[in-house]
């Protein structure tokens, strides 16, 4: 009889603390995801920053961005390079046409620029875009 109260009580203990781990789990998951949404949009930034330099572009700076964009319910990776180049945004993204992903090019609105890239009043700046799916896609960063 003391031994089946025991069993009892240890599937009844189980069964609490079932929805604790599977929520912990479930946090775990979200976080982790995030990490590594985050480190891929950096390795993705570097890569890309690296493709524009090897195309002849002066990189003026960089940003990576990792989260809605506003299309949907997924977390998306965009990595912004701004560079100096006489060439028209259409030539630019068809030099970058290669690269894994949606390039997009055009000429930056002033809120996009610091003090330091508007230091010559901003000319010649085209910025540079690189879309991709994160690869936690569907974390909580998405909605």
Same mark, same amino acid.
Do not use: W
């Given at each position: 009889?003391?031994?089946?109260?025991? %069993?009892?009580?240890?599937? *009844? &203990? #189980?069964?609490?603390?079932?929805?604790?781990?599977? !929520? @912990?789990?479930?946090?775990? $998951?979200?976080?982790?995801?995030?990490?590594?949404?985050?480190?891929?949009?950096? %390795?993705?930034?570097?890569? *890309? &920053? #690296?493709?524009?330099?090897?195309?002849?572009?002066? !990189? @003026?700076?960089?940003?990576? $961005?990792?989260?809605?964009?506003?299309?949907?319910?997924?977390?998306?990776?965009?990595?912004?390079?701004?560079?100096?180049?006489?060439?028209?945004?259409?030539?630019?993204?068809?030099?970058?046409?290669?690269?894994?992903?949606?390039?997009?090019?055009?000429?930056?609105?002033?809120?996009?620029?610091?003090?330091?890239?508007?230091?010559?009043?901003?000319?010649?700046?085209?910025?540079?875009?690189?879309?991709?799916?994160?690869?936690?896609?569907?974390?909580?960063?998405?909605?």
């Amino acid at each position: 009889m003391k031994k089946t109260k025991k %069993i009892a009580l240890g599937i *009844f &203990a #189980g069964i609490l603390a079932l929805p604790v781990v599977l !929520i @912990v789990l479930f946090i775990l $998951f979200e976080v982790i995801g995030a990490a590594v949404n985050h480190a891929a949009g950096d %390795i993705q930034t570097k890569k *890309f &920053a #690296g493709a524009v330099r090897d195309e002849g572009f002066e !990189i @003026v700076s960089t940003d990576t $961005f990792v989260g809605n964009s506003g299309n949907g319910n997924h977390v998306d990776l965009i990595s912004c390079v701004y560079v100096r180049s006489d060439c028209s945004p259409e030539e630019a993204a068809a030099r970058l046409s290669e690269c894994k992903g949606d390039v997009s090019a055009g000429i930056p609105d002033e809120d996009d620029l610091t003090d330091a890239e508007l230091s010559d009043g901003g000319e010649n700046l085209l910025r540079l875009r690189l879309f991709n799916s994160a690869p936690f896609s569907d974390n909580i960063e998405g909605h």
